[in-house]
């Protein structure tokens, strides 16, 4: 009998072993651990009494698969040094977004950043930051937060972040890559689930308190 395990995108490492940590069908400790961003979120399969270890692994070696095959496949030209690179971009995108259809919307608007020398400023990073990935943050982030002292802060700091901050999806992967063409630099909740984008910094600020109104 084939029992099911869903990792869910997004998920950070120590939420994937807390999520095979309870499932009573599996058995063992976690004898490997991957680096933050080398699981791939999918769904497997698995006999009762398999060991956690093999879930693992099996994760691991799905994303070093796919990772590979995605950034061979990248679009030219794009603003990173190597593969880790791509990964951490996946990962912010897949913390930013749900909508399917905006990732590679969220994707221009930071390799355009990148390519400009602009800060990222992601909120997701500044999360990372403070709960190093264990848990939800579960409450807003303050203006203390956005001034917090760590390499993940990209209100404070050029550039990625050292790591992923999750372990992003095929999808988020994939935006990644081919992020749409656009001028975009700037982007904030709607209010519908989805985002407003914008090239300009006026153009923002309206969206914002566009946004602030539907609060």
């Not at 698969?65 to 791509?86: A, G, H, S, T, V």
Request: net charge neutral; with cysteine; proline share 5%.
């Amino acid at each position: 009998v084939y029992h099911k395990i869903t990792i869910p995108e997004g998920y950070t490492l120590g939420q994937i072993f807390y999520l095979l940590s309870k499932n009573e069908l599996l058995s063992g400790e976690f004898e490997y651990v991957p680096d933050e961003g080398r699981v791939l979120p999918e769904t497997y399969t698995f006999q009762k009494g398999e060991k956690r270890n093999t879930i693992i692994r099996k994760s691991a070696r799905a994303m070093d698969k796919i990772l590979k095959k995605i950034y061979n496949e990248r679009d030219d030209n794009l603003p990173y040094k190597n593969m880790n690179e791509m990964l951490i971009m996946a990962s912010i995108i897949e913390k930013e977004t749900a909508v399917s259809s905006e990732r590679a919307k969220v994707a221009s608007v930071f390799v355009n950043r990148l390519r400009k020398g602009m800060m990222l400023q992601t909120d997701p990073t500044v999360i990372y930051a403070l709960t190093e990935g264990k848990e939800e943050l579960n409450r807003a982030l303050t203006r203390k937060d956005l001034a917090i002292d760590s390499p993940y802060n990209t209100y404070k700091n050029y550039g990625l972040p050292p790591t992923p901050i999750c372990n992003p999806g095929a999808a988020s992967l994939y935006a990644a890559a081919h992020p749409e063409d656009t001028d975009y630099l700037y982007f904030v909740a709607n209010g519908s689930g989805g985002h407003n984008f914008a090239t300009t910094l006026a153009e923002h600020n309206q969206n914002v308190a566009d946004w602030k109104r539907k609060r």
